[in-house]
């Protein structure tokens, strides 16, 4: 009968140990991130507010860089204000909820009128008529915190 000692199975003892860790490790498989909803492929133009009475629209807008800016368009000048990426998602969350409180809370008005406002967002878009008046008030908060940053 063979036996061996301790000294000599001990490098056997360390190479099954070290085997057996990795494949423990293998199967570990970390938590996914979460997803972000700022997509780099997607417009650069994260919401925009038209009036055409003043002929003004306010864009908020993403680079690549992850900078955000807010133009002002107003007839043929245009106005640039970089931004923080808080500010920019504060904004963001509030034009967002506004918009789909009017496109889904608010009840539209029949009939034909003017429009006051266009409003886009990730490819969807409103229009807001001048009878719309609770409308018009939702969305006044957020044009008039956008014109004071001009």
Known sequence: MILATF???MPFIFVVL?????????Q????????SSI????????????????????????????????????KSDEILRKISGRDALKLERDFASRFLRC?????????????????????EEQEICEKDDKKSQEMAALITELAKRF
């Open 103 to 123: 496109q889904y809370e608010i009840p539209l008005k029949d009939g034909e009128c003017e429009v006051t406002l266009r409003l886009r967002m990730k490819g």
């Open 39 to 74: 997509d780099l492929r997607s417009q650069t133009i994260l919401f925009s507010v038209e009036i055409p009475e003043d002929k003004k629209t306010y864009l908020l807008e993403r680079t690549a860089n992850e900078d955000f800016f807010l133009r002002l368009k107003h």
């Open 28 to 35: 570990y498989s970390e938590q996914p991130l979460k997803e």
């Open 18 to 26: 070290l085997t057996l860790s990795f494949s423990v490790m293998a």
């Open 7 to 9: 000294e000599e199975t």
